[in-house]
């Protein structure tokens, strides 16, 4: 699994619906938290590996490695908090970002099993960060344009002298 970067347009388009959690779809979850684990990242989305798919794996420190397919947001708190969030098609950069401070969402897992999690927190931030990448939303897009030009233009410098 290779992970895109941000100038890739599948970044930034809409992730569909899964209509079956096969044995396709399992496997598919299984190399989403590998490749998560090799780049010591806490959250991969589908679209990140250019799986145009509702999925998305989690796994923050002190937590087991979660799974989410086709989640709804049923909730999220008015209280926000700011957290410094970075992204793996983003290498690199890092951004406060201010974000709802807890989240109830409903899913699937990968044997197919629907569950409901309330997170708060670090888990709250990324399952609401990954969440974004499947309607296309990069956590830059939730900074002030200024901040968000500056971060593009020493993304694209610092891929250039590489
Ligand atoms: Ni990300």
């Known amino acids: 699994m290779e992970i895109i970067i941000l100038g890739n347009e599948l970044l930034r388009k809409k992730a569909e619906r899964v209509i079956d959690i096969d044995k396709e779809l399992t496997q598919v979850a299984m190399e989403l938290i590998d490749a998560l684990h090799k780049g010591k990242g806490v959250g991969l ?3 990140q590996v250019g ?7 989690v796994h923050v420190a002190k ?9 709804s947001l049923l909730e999220t708190s008015s209280e926000t908090a700011k957290y410094e969030e970075g992204c793996l098609s983003i290498p690199g950069m890092y951004a406060d970002v201010v974000r709802p401070g807890a989240v109830r969402i409903q899913a699937w ?12 927190g ?7 960060h990954e ?4 309607e296309g939303i990069l956590f830059i897009d939730r900074l002030s344009e200024l901040k968000r030009k500056r971060i593009i ?4 410098k610092l891929r250039k002298t590489y």
């Open 51 to 57: 799986f145009m798919k509702r999925i998305f794996a």
């Open 153 to 156: 233009t020493k993304f694209e």
């Open 63 to 71: 937590d087991v490695p979660r799974v989410f397919i086709n989640p």
């Open 131 to 134: 969440y974004d990448h499947l």
């Open 45 to 47: 989305a589908g679209p």
């Open 109 to 120: 897992n990968e044997n197919g099993r629907p569950f409901t999690l309330d997170a708060e």
């Open 122 to 128: 670090i888990l709250a931030r990324v399952i609401l």
